[in-house]
Structures are given as structure tokens and as C-alpha cells.
């Protein structure tokens, strides 16, 4: 079945740097979503994009979907030690069918 | 605001007993989820719930699975007799009219 999946990487990033993180998937899907992790706790939405969108903002996060490549990247700017967590992306197929297909997500460190 | 919550936080089980997972949806929500992530691994799409019946489910909700709407406002999941693989973090997601998901903390199972 068809699953996001992030580049495998453990990303350590000092304060004020940007963080990019990215994620691919299979086949053709309605929307992509990244959700943050914090260890050991629940999934926080961060932001979801759409397949006829190929940019959106929310505060200091940037999502681009590329649906030639079937890709999308996460930029996180200016980042904060607060940021520290796994970050994952996840596909919904098609609207109706609302599971999420999560990939493996990314851990991103940043240091004070 | 509004969030899901589950309890228990954290639940301790021996091998083939009976579990009940339970989650208070945010209020007016429609759709009803559970996914689970194995220590280490994605988060794995279980059921998805609507309109009091399950509208899908994975590979991995087998007969020892089932989940319901009991008194209309908690929606349970229940392992009839878990075993060790199902240690996990399981988390119920619930979402309205927007195709946002919220999760709940989350529930750490740990079958011994």
C-alpha cells in the first residue's frame, strides 16, 4: 500500500538555523500532511497541503508538494530548542478515505 | 481548546487477557480512528469508525480487534486476548467536517 516515507535522517541543527526535512510517496494522493512528535508523546498537526497546492506557509513552517516527483519538503525557519521532536509526513489517498499513511519520520535536534 | 484524551496513560497487560482501550473524542467530531506505533516504527493506520459502524480497516485489525461507540461519546478499542506484538502506543484520532486529525496522548500498552 502506498505510504509516506521521510529520508531516513537524524538532524541536528543549532538555534536560529532553518531545518528541512523531506518525504516521498508512491501513488497519486488527495492531501499530505505533517504532523510533529514529541518523545513519547501524541501527534500534533502541523499543516496539511493539498495535491493541486505546491506551496503553503503557517507561521514559520513552509510545505512544498511536488506531485511530478511525488514529494514534499518541510521547512521549519528560525528554528527554537522547542522544536525538538520526530517529524512525520502522511498521506490520505482520496477524499472519503481519511486514513493516514505515515512515513518514518524525522528526528531533529536543536541545540540552544 | 478542545483535545482528545485516552485513558489509560499507560497499561500493563499479560499475555491473552482482554484490554480495552478507551478515548473521548473531541465533541461534535464524526470520524473516529485508531492507529498504533510499534517502539521504533510508523505510526500504523488500525479503523477507521463513522456513523457507528467501522468504515475501514487495515491488515492488522483482525478478530481480536473491535472497537465501539458505547454510550455515544467514548469510543473504545478492545484486544480479546493480546499478545506480546501487540505492545504498543495506541492512539485514537478524531476529526469533523475539516480533514484535520487530532490524536490523544496516546495509550503505552505493554503485554508481558
Known amino acids: 500500500s502506498q505510504q509516506g516515507e521521510e529520508d531516513p535522517q537524524a538532524l541536528s541543527i543549532q538555534e536560529g538555523e532553518n531545518a528541512t526535512m523531506n518525504c516521498s510517496y508512491k501513488?497519486?494522493?488527495?492531501?499530505l500532511q505533517w504532523y510533529r512528535q514529541n518523545s513519547g508523546r501524541g501527534l500534533v498537526h502541523l499543516i496539511l497541503i493539498r495535491s493541486n497546492e505546491r506551496e503553503k506557509h503557517s507561521g514559520r513552517l513552509r510545505v512544498t508538494l511536488d506531485t511530478s516527483k511525488k514529494s514534499s519538503s518541510l521547512l521549519i525557519t528560525a528554528s527554537r530548542a522547542a522544536d525538538t521532536a520526530s517529524y512525520f509526513c502522511a498521506t490520505v489517498l482520496y477524499y472519503g478515505n481519511n486514513r493516514l499513511a505515515f512515513g518514518k519520520g524525522n528526528q531533529v535536534v536543536v541545540i540552544p | 481548546e478542545p483535545e482528545v484524551t485516552q485513558t489509560p496513560s499507560h497499561q500493563v497487560t499479560q499475555m491473552g487477557q482482554e484490554v480495552i482501550l478507551r478515548c473521548v473524542p473531541i465533541s461534535n467530531h464524526l470520524y473516529f480512528y485508531w492507529y498504533r506505533q510499534i517502539l521504533g516504527q510508523k505510526v500504523e493506520f488500525l479503523v477507521s469508525f463513522y456513523n457507528n459502524e467501522i468504515s475501514e480497516k487495515s491488515e492488522i485489525f483482525d478478530d481480536q480487534f473491535s472497537v465501539e461507540r458505547p454510550d455515544g461519546s467514548n469510543f473504545t478499542l478492545k484486544i480479546r486476548s493480546t499478545k506480546l506484538e501487540d505492545s504498543a502506543m495506541y492512539f485514537c484520532a478524531t476529526q469533523g467536517l475539516q480533514e484535520t486529525q487530532y490524536f490523544g496522548p496516546g495509550t503505552r500498552l505493554l503485554v508481558l
Open positions: 501513488t497519486s494522493i488527495n492531501n
